[in-house]
């Protein structure tokens, strides 16, 4: 019943990617450990945007179950992720649909910030944000929102600089790209 009241409580989480997050938090929502599995996949998604090796692990269909799941295992150790997150990426591996982790991931962190009673705000910037920014730009997003924030960050280098930044339905797009590409619209005209 638990994983049926997360999976409806949120709009952010659907598709393939959205059952194996609402089945994530149910575990550890019920194991206690819902903060503990966030900063494992938080670790772990660090680690794959460092690594080219990673990240062709997640992708490659050549690699075999077997080998993507003593790669990804090794990968776990490694990193001293908790033991739920790892038995997770077991599943993923087995069934392979490691390509899936960023999304549940991104679904599990949404369904965390729910329960917490958090918006979530997705946030796309040309460059990775340190600590500070981070914290900063949680406390003006909670200021205007009067709300608990949670981040979730990507970083696209095509932005060239600046942040997009969505809550909900709202967007706000202060991207030098999209600047740059309503400048030229502008001389177009």
Excluded: C, W
């Excluded at 910037?125 to 920014?133: C, F, G, R, T, V």
């Excluded at 797009?173 to 502008?186: C, E, G, M, P, Q």
């Amino acid at each position: 019943m638990a994983t049926f009241d997360a999976f409806q409580s949120s709009a952010d989480v659907s598709g393939l990617s959205g059952r194996y997050a609402t089945a994530l938090f149910a575990l550890a929502r019920q194991a206690g450990s819902l903060d503990a599995v966030a900063a494992s996949l938080g670790t772990l998604e660090a680690a794959i945007a460092q690594s080219a090796d990673a990240r062709r692990l997640l992708t490659s269909p050549v690699v075999s179950r077997a080998a993507a799941g003593k790669a990804i295992k090794a990968l776990a150790d490694t990193l001293a992720l908790d033991g739920l997150t790892t038995r997770f990426l077991g599943v993923l591996a087995a069934n392979r649909r490691l390509a899936s982790l960023r999304a549940a991931a991104r679904g599990y962190r949404a369904l965390l910030a729910r329960h917490k009673g958090e918006a979530t705000a997705q946030v796309t910037a040309a460059h990775p944000l340190s600590e500070a920014q981070r914290a900063q730009l949680a406390d003006k997003l909670k200021t205007k929102l009067k709300r608990d924030v949670a981040l979730d960050v990507t970083v696209d280098p095509a932005l060239l600089g600046g942040l997009v930044v969505k809550v909900g339905s709202r967007q706000i797009d202060s991207s030098l790209k999209t600047k740059l590409d309503s400048i030229a619209r502008a001389l177009k005209a």
